[in-house]
Every structure is written in structure tokens, then in C-alpha cells.
């Protein structure tokens, strides 16, 4: 039986169920408002490290032209900058990786049409929607800001916040000596802000990317208002007044003459994210469903990395889902439903609970973080399982099961 498939977006989770789609011998309809050739002069789209889990995907789909072992990281180092400063590291168990999404989505999209598949170029609007899906059996929306997001209603069981709980800078910078083991460091400085630095693959080669996570109302939020147009020294200097007094030890890691944007001014992002979930699908006029993915059903903040990885595994179970079945109804929906929720639900509630937990101090992680000080098996469960956000949320979703983790490592725990 002939599926007419249209994908609404270009970004991991369009593309990937895509790629899935032709390898199965459907041919989809992707709409994208970007030709590969215009990637390049783009601003940066995000900071985006895809998990192993999620680059063994991209083996199964022929797509992963960075290879892990050239292009990957090995694990994660953690920076509290408590007063008794704590720093340690957990592996991987394989290597994750993190490129330029203006060379990876290119790639990706031209992968697509390679193969075979159909592209249309040009903005989709709201109105355009009833018209595509009289053409298809099926309408998978992946991008959307606007009206065409707010198709799907909010989902208030899992959308917590009603404005974002960090204000962003977020950039690529060189200048900056790799750690001793390639490998995102996470850095947290209490009652101020969280940092990530990720190892990422640019133009001009190895850079590293830097994601200023700013409490509201915090010393560090003027990172996020400050502008480097306006004057890029000044900027400069002001990101490394802030560094050198809440993430020392990556000023200590610092070349204050080379320290810049890694390629352009294009290499900045600024702004904040509300974590939203939006309802699976919607129901057209014509009586056809349109299926929500990625970005546009669950969007999390950039704190624990689990965004791409989440709309990459969806968008693999939707193209399996897709192929499984000839008719696409409301059971078509649960089934795919019920697959991808306790992924993307726990890896939207782990990171929600980072967000309100690292900003308040919470006891119950701080234990958890003392444990991961004096166990290096709980550190390499707790990295490796930014696989896993299901497995992490089995950890983090009540206090008692804190405790019970902390206990398995045999790590003695103070009476709360």
C-alpha cells in the first residue's frame, strides 16, 4: 500500500524520519524553508551533543559521516563550586559526539534527497497546513514556533513553567586548552548559574562550545542581555570577569589574547526557553491528524543536553510506527504514543527537576552529588544515563529513590 508521508521541518527529528521513511521504501514530502547551501551564513541553531544512543541511530540510517571515535567525547567532567570546591569525572560507556548543526543538518538534508527524496522550499504558514494534509495520509509537523506550534495544545501535566527558568548565552569560542580527556564539563555555581561546555566540531575544526545556563535576578544574567556587536571586547571582557570568578578552572584553561567566538559574530545565541509539552496530535478540519515531533511536542531547556536526543528516538519509533501501519487513526496515534512517552516524558521531567532542584539547593540532590564525590561507580551511572533520561528519572523522581541510588553505591548518607 502506497503512504503519502508529509514532514513539516528540517531539523534532527524531519530529517531522521526522512532518512528512516526511504530506507523503508516510503518516499515523504519534506518542507523546509532552507536550501543545504544556506546552512553556512546561518546563525548558530543551538549547541547540540547527540548521545551514543542517538549516533547508533544514525549508523542504522547510513547518515553518521563524524564517526565517534574522530569526532567524539568520552565522558564528563563536574565542576560544584561549593566552598569546598568538588571536581570529578565519569565515563561514557561509548563516545558521544557534538557538531555544528550548520554542517550537520546540511549533510543530513542532502543525505534526503540523494536518496530520493522530496523536497519542497519555501516558509510553511498555519493556513497552509489543511491544504498539505489534503494531499497526504499523514502530516508529521517538526517545527513550528507560533501558530502552527500552538495547533497542538499545551499539555499542563508536563509544562510545569510558564516562562523559561534560565536566561541563555550560548556560543562557540575558541581560545580555550582541551581537558586532559576530551569531554563536557559541567560546571555549577550556586545561586548563580550553571555551565556546559561541550567539545564541538566547527568550520575551523575543534572549538568549544559554551552554554551559560544564568539564574534570573543572578550576577550572571547580564550575559544574557550583553551584546557582542555593540562592542565585542567589551563582551569578551565581561565573559571573562564572570568565568574567572564563578568557573575558575575553566579561566585557568583560558588564552585571554585568542579567547573569541570561534568562527563569526553568527556564533552567539542569546534569549531564554519555556519548557512546553504539547498534545501528540491535532485533528484537522478535513478529519485528517497531525502528529506533533520534536521541538514542537516537547521542548526542554539546553541544561542536560536530552533535546535532539529526544526528537531523534521519536522520530525513529514514528517511522517505525509509520511503516507498521496502512491506516493513520486515533489507534495508530496511541500506539505510537505509548512508545516514545516514557523517553522524551522522563528526559522533559529529569531536566525540569535540574532546573528547580540545582536552583534552590535542594538537599536531597546535594546528596546525590556528595555520593557522586565518593563513588566513581555513581558517576559513571550518572554520566553514562544521559542516555538513558528513563533511567535517571527512575533515580530522580522522589526523594526516596535518591536515597535508594546513593545507598546502591555504597556511599554512607547523612540523616536528612
Excluded at 173 to 179: L, V, W
Excluded at 213 to 242: C, Q, S
Excluded at 290 to 312: I, W
Aim: aromatic letters at 10%; proline letters at 5%.
Amino acid at each position: 500500500m502506497s503512504k503519502t508521508i508529509a514532514i513539516i521541518g528540517a531539523g534532527t527529528a524531519g530529517l531522521q524520519l526522512g532518512l528512516h521513511l526511504l530506507q523503508n521504501g516510503i518516499t515523504p514530502k519534506l518542507y523546509t524553508d532552507r536550501t543545504p547551501e544556506e546552512y553556512a551564513g546561518a546563525r548558530l541553531m543551538n549547541t547540540v551533543a547527540h548521545h551514543h544512543v542517538t549516533t547508533a541511530r544514525e549508523d542504522a540510517l547510513g547518515c553518521n559521516h563524524w564517526p565517534s571515535d574522530e569526532y567524539g567525547y568520552f565522558g564528563h567532567y563536574y565542576y560544584i563550586g561549593t566552598p569546598d570546591p568538588i571536581h570529578i569525572y565519569g565515563d561514557l560507556a561509548r563516545p558521544s559526539r557534538a557538531v555544528d548543526y550548520r554542517i550537520y543538518q546540511p549533510k543530513l538534508l542532502q543525505d534526503y534527497i540523494d536518496r530520493g527524496g522530496e523536497v519542497v522550499y519555501g516558509a510553511v504558514e498555519r493556513e497552509m497546513i489543511e491544504g498539505i494534509a489534503d494531499e497526504h495520509d499523514l502530516t508529521v509537523v517538526c517545527t513550528g514556533k507560533g501558530p502552527i506550534g500552538q495547533m497542538f495544545g499545551r499539555d499542563d501535566r508536563f509544562s510545569p513553567f510558564e516562562r523559561p527558568q534560565r536566561m541563555l548565552c550560548v556560543g562557540l569560542f575558541k581560545g580555550i586548552q582541551e581537558t586532559e580527556t576530551r569531554a563536557v564539563t559541567m560546571y555549577f555555581s550556586p545561586g548563580a548559574g550553571e555551565l556546559i561546555e561541550i567539545p564541538t566540531w566547527s568550520f575551523n575544526g575543534w572549538c568549544q562550545a559554551l552554554v551559560f545556563e544564568n539564574h534570573i535576578g543572578g550576577d550572571l544574567e547580564v550575559l544574557a542581555k550583553t551584546k557582542y556587536d555593540d562592542d565585542p571586547r567589551a563582551f569578551l571582557d565581561l565573559l571573562l570577569e564572570k568565568i574567572e570568578k564563578h568557573y575558575p578552572t575553566l579561566y585557568a584553561r583560558i588564552d585571554r589574547e585568542a579567547f573569541d567566538l570561534a568562527n563569526s559574530n553568527l556564533d552567539l545565541l542569546q534569549g531564554g526557553v519555556t519548557p512546553t509539552v504539547r498534545k501528540t496530535y491535532t485533528t484537522l478540519e478535513n478529519g485528517k491528524l497531525a502528529v506533533a515531533l520534536g521541538d514542537v511536542h516537547a521542548v526542554v531547556d539546553p541544561v542536560l543536553g536530552q533535546g535532539a536526543n529526544m526528537a531523534s528516538y521519536a522520530a525513529v519509533i514514528l517511522g517505525e510506527e509509520i511503516v507498521a501501519n496502512d491506516v493513520f487513526d486515533q489507534r495508530f496515534i496511541e500506539k505510537f504514543d505509548a512508545r516514545r512517552h516514557d523517553r522524551v516524558m522522563s528526559g522533559t521531567r529529569w531536566t525540569n527537576y535540574m532546573l528547580e532542584n540545582l536552583a534552590k539547593l535542594d538537599p536531597t540532590l546535594l546528596q546525590y552529588i556528595g555520593g557522586m564525590a565518593q563513588s566513581r561507580d555513581l558517576t559513571d551511572q550518572f554520566t553514562e544515563d544521559f542516555n538513558h533520561p528513563e533511567k535517571q528519572w527512575d533515580v530522580f523522581s522522589s526523594p526516596e529513590r535518591v536515597r535508594a541510588a546513593v545507598a546502591r553505591s555504597q556511599v554512607p548518607m547523612a540523616a536528612e
